[in-house]
């Protein structure tokens, strides 16, 4: 079945540093791949997608590349704030089988603490 | 912005209540669902919906039930709260099909049973 591994924190990081989270998944198919943030006391808001192979999705100064070779979408970030303190979930959605398609498969997260 | 509403955010109830989660959503999606987040931060997909008087299991079994008798509602049920029920809930919905289907999600329910 479909899988998501995505690097353990927690993550911590001084402000203005380069962010990475690397991410790979297991899936048959062409999945679109997702991260999706969550701060803290809130629900998942999505960060960025993509959709096909080489892709890259960005989103307030983030971005990934979804990497068919390597199976693979890390994010990053070149210059992190405290406000990007979070935990970070990183997502697939399968090729369409049939009931059940829409879900999606998360990863398990990675906190990310950023200090001034 | 999604507009995906929980209610209530947070609940403290004791052993043996019934209790039900509330989800709306104004966006006239289809897809709903529930995912229940251990403290570990994983999320576990337990019920979905893709219509009106469809309701489905996730992969992680639950004591929970859900109906749908209304595209934007999507309550969840527990006859009896128990201790192993805390846990932080969250709802989403979604409407696009095909590759580029985003799910968006509510603020989430913090329940607590003693």
């Known amino acids: 079945g479909d899988s998501v591994t995505q690097m353990e924190g927690p993550v911590t990081l001084s402000e203005e540093a380069f962010l990475t989270i690397n991410c790979t998944y297991t899936a048959t198919g062409y999945p679109s791949l997702f991260w999706y943030v969550q701060y803290p006391g809130e629900g998942l808001q999505l960060l960025l997608k993509?959709?096909?192979?080489?892709d890259k999705g960005s989103n307030k100064g983030f971005e990934a590349t979804y990497r068919k070779e390597t199976t693979s979408f890390h994010l990053e970030k070149g210059s992190v704030q405290v406000s990007d303190s979070a935990v970070y979930f990183c997502a697939l959605r399968g090729a369409y089988s049939g009931a059940g398609s829409y879900q999606l498969t998360f990863g398990k997260g990675t906190k990310l603490s950023v200090i001034p | 912005e999604a507009d995906i509403y929980q209610t209530p955010r947070y609940l403290v109830i004791g052993t043996g209540k019934k209790i039900t989660l509330e989800c709306s959503q104004t966006m006239g999606h289809d897809k709903m669902y529930w995912y229940q987040q251990d403290p570990g931060m994983e999320l576990h997909l337990i019920h979905y919906?893709?219509?009106?008087?469809?309701?489905e299991k996730g992969d992680l079994s639950s004591e929970s039930t859900v109906s749908r008798i209304r595209t934007e509602h999507f309550p969840l049920t527990l006859e009896s709260a128990r201790p192993s029920h805390t846990s932080q809930y969250l709802c989403a919905s979604s409407d696009l099909g095909g590759r580029a289907d985003t799910q968006y999600f509510g603020p989430g329910t913090r329940l607590t049973v003693l």
């Open positions: 919906s893709y219509g009106v008087n469809s309701t």
């Open positions: 993509a959709t096909k192979a080489d």
